[in-house]
C-alpha cells in the first residue's frame, strides 16, 4: 500500500509513541504548527475544537490506517501499530519536528502546553488555525 506523507508522519509518530486521539491530535497540532513556522506548510488543515485543535483530515487519516491494518486502537483506545516505521521514507524535516516535540514535551505536559497557546486560548470554535 502507498502511503501519502500525512499517513507516513502518523505512523512514524505512533512508532515513537502510542497515543490515543485526543493526544494525537494535539501532538500533531504542535508538529504542523512548527512546520508552518519553519517551513511555511502543514500536513492537515486544523479548527478550533471544544477541546483543543481538531483536524477532519487527520480523524480520516487514522481510520484509513485502521481499515488497512496499519493501526489499531488497544482496549483502553490507546492508537497502536501493526507495521514497523523502518519501511517509511519521511521526510527529514518532518522527521526532525516529531523528535523534537516528542524531547520536549512529556505526555502529562501536552494539555497544559496545547491549552496556553495564544490561537488555541483565544480563539472561537470552528475557526481555521494556522492560517489556512
Known sequence: MNLETRDKAVVYLLSRRPMKLGHLMMTMYIIDRELYYRHGYTLFRWKAGLLGPWSNNLYKTVKHLEKHHIIHKTQDDTLNLYTDKTELDLNPQI?????????????????????ELPEIKNTPIYTPLLNI
Open 95 to 115: 522527521t526532525e519536528i516529531i523528535e523534537e516535540v516528542l524531547k520536549t514535551l512529556k505526555p502529562n505536559q501536552l494539555e497544559d502546553y496545547i491549552y
